[in-house]
């Protein structure tokens, strides 16, 4: 019974959870696994979610905006939560860069403002509870970077070991700085991130730590949060389209898998046009979807300045395909002077901060506008996933890039010479 997660709601309801293979539905009881034992395949937490169709959205609203808000779609118990205080991120209604981009509605979700700086914080949260409840004394993760940092975090939070692996080189500076300072003890592995995850995928084939990888099928349930956010913040109102940066494409999978719960239990009636986007350096799902298939072949050499979605093989690559075909949205890649260009104009245009991987998802809107498959009279979000700070060797070469100043401070330079 241990597999069983119960959570008591105000109103006295509780939902009822078990793993199973995303492939083969095979039901896996064993919480040290990462993997289907019959077949590989991912791992999925499947949700009871009879009694919250009793329940309405505005039921929830007693408690903060958050992740905690959301504890009927949750598989652990709120009553061991190990939390932040994550969530609770401001949706930006961004008039004039959608006027810039001409587009009819833009809105940024800023998960930057994340207690560890990125999204990441919604999936570790209800990760770490799961530690807890399994009661592991030792966490780990492969990273390229905010995996780590928020594990280290939490980890430091809960008061448990954590070991993180971390690609030589290829990992931002503030990223690798928090998960040290958080005490993490850190250890770089040649070879790229793929590589890292075979490596601690391994360690924990061996019980030596619970793996906190997005494999971890309790992550996504946290960031399924991002998606009950917005549609709470939007009063339910549906978007016509949400983009995201894709690197592992577990927070593309987790926003679907949110919507889907959301139909289940009758809270909408239609789902957004998920869209994902890719640095062309590192585009395997692009791929795969320009040519209509469900699989991928993954890229051996992923390079990108957005080191968050330098990723070749994604973890939930065929779930992201899945997500993106049946909501009947699309995939694009972005160059890396795209992704720059769009990190400039948020900061510029709208006094957002965000790390190189989040501005690719307002790249990748405005690459799809120019070339008219999205439309013109759309209401888009797009998903800024991390924040600026998180890298700050991007920044400062941003800083020597030409800048036009406003007419205004020209004239006030001009007047004081
Ligand atoms: C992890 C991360 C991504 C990629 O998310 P996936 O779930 O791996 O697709 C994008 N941006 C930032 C800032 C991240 O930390
Ligand atoms: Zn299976």
Redesign the pocket.
């Known amino acids: 019974m241990d597999n069983i997660a119960r959570g008591r709601l105000s109103g006295g309801v509780r939902v009822e959870s078990r793993v199973r293979c995303w492939e083969c539905h095979r039901e896996v009881e064993d919480p040290y696994l990462d993997a289907c034992p019959s077949c590989d395949g991912l791992l999925e937490v499947s949700l009871d979610l009879e009694p919250v169709k009793e329940m309405a959205p505005s039921d929830l609203r007693t408690s903060p905006l958050g992740v905690w808000r959301y504890t009927p779609f949750l598989p652990v118990r709120p009553s061991m939560a190990v939390s932040l205080q994550e969530g609770g991120t401001p949706l930006y209604g961004c008039a004039p860069l959608a006027s810039d981009l001409g587009v009819k509605a833009l809105s940024v979700k800023y998960e930057g403002a994340n207690p560890t700086g990125?999204?990441?914080d919604r999936g570790m949260t209800v990760g770490i509870t799961r530690a807890k409840e399994i009661g592991a004394d030792m966490v780990g993760c492969a990273s390229?970077?905010?995996?780590s940092a928020s594990l280290a975090a939490y980890a430091a939070k809960a008061g448990i070991g954590c070991l993180v692996l971390l690609p030589e080189g290829k990992v931002a500076l503030g990223k690798l700085a928090q998960a040290i300072f958080y005490g993490a003890k850190v250890v770089s592995v040649e070879g790229n991130f793929d590589d890292a995850l075979r490596t601690i995928r391994e360690m924990a084939a061996q019980r030596l730590l619970y793996l906190l990888n997005?494999i971890n099928p309790f992550r996504p349930e946290g960031q399924k949060t991002l998606l009950l956010e917005i549609m709470d913040q939007l009063d339910y109102r549906m978007p016509d389209r949400i983009v995201?940066?894709?690197?592992?494409?577990?927070?593309?999978s987790a926003v679907h898998k949110a919507l889907k719960e959301l139909e289940e239990v009758g809270w909408i009636d239609s789902m957004p046009m998920l869209t994902g986007v890719q640095a062309s350096g590192s585009r395997p799902l692009v791929e795969s979807f320009r040519a209509g298939r469900r699989d991928f072949d993954p890229e051996p050499g992923p390079e990108t300045v957005a080191t968050?979605?330098r990723?070749g093989n994604?973890v939930?690559g065929r779930k992201a395909l899945d997500a993106i075909y049946s909501t009947g949205g699309t995939a694009v890649a972005v160059s890396d002077e795209e992704i720059l260009d769009a990190q400039l104009m948020l900061g510029r245009r709208e006094g957002i901060g965000v790390?190189p991987?989040?501005a690719a998802s307002v790249a990748g809107l405005r690459r799809l506008l120019d070339e008219g498959v999205a439309d013109r009279d759309e209401e888009v979000v797009c998903i800024c996933?991390?924040n600026a700070l998180?890298d700050p060797d991007t920044m400062m070469s941003q800083c020597v890039r030409p800048y036009s100043s406003r007419p205004e401070v020209a004239a006030v330079l001009e007047a004081i010479r």
């Open positions: 990125s999204f990441k390229t970077g905010n995996t997005s995201l940066p894709v690197g592992n494409a577990g927070n593309i968050a979605i990723i994604p939930s790390e991987a989040s996933t991390g998180k």
